[in-house]
Nanobody, 124 residues
């Protein structure tokens, strides 16, 4: 069982930056690949980024490459999402998720564990 808690969301002006964190419980965090998804009102949950267990391989949504960076610190049981040059269309609830399968290689939300989400609002 893995429990995930996101933090770092908030209100930011367009062009600004935020760093989201996702703290995981348990001693086997390093065996899980981690992903970030987002969901805007009235829209389906959308893949943002994923990182493998070691942090050595990452995957991004094509539309977000160059602005968002995913990373992890296994010593701190935490995964991060650095978001730069934010746009109003980035406004959404952001979720982190964990999986021990190859689901992290796909953009569909087929993860085993999910956090409660953190709200990101980008004003124009």
């Amino acid at each position: 069982q893995v429990q995930l808690v996101e933090s770092g969301g908030g209100l930011v002006q367009a062009g600004g930056s935020l760093r989201l964190s996702c703290a995981a419980s348990g001693r086997i965090f390093s065996s899980y690949a981690m992903g970030w998804f987002r969901q805007a009102p009235g829209k389906e949950r959308e893949f943002v980024a994923a990182v493998n267990w070691s942090g050595g391989n990452t995957k991004y949504a094509d539309s977000l490459k160059g602005r968002f960076t995913i990373s992890r610190d296994n010593a701190k049981n935490t995964v991060y999402l650095q978001m730069n040059s934010l746009k109003p269309e980035d406004t959404a609830v952001y979720y982190c998720a964990a999986t021990r399968t190859s689901a992290w290689l796909r953009v569909t939300p087929e993860y085993d564990y999910w956090g409660q989400g953190t709200q990101v609002t980008v004003s124009s």
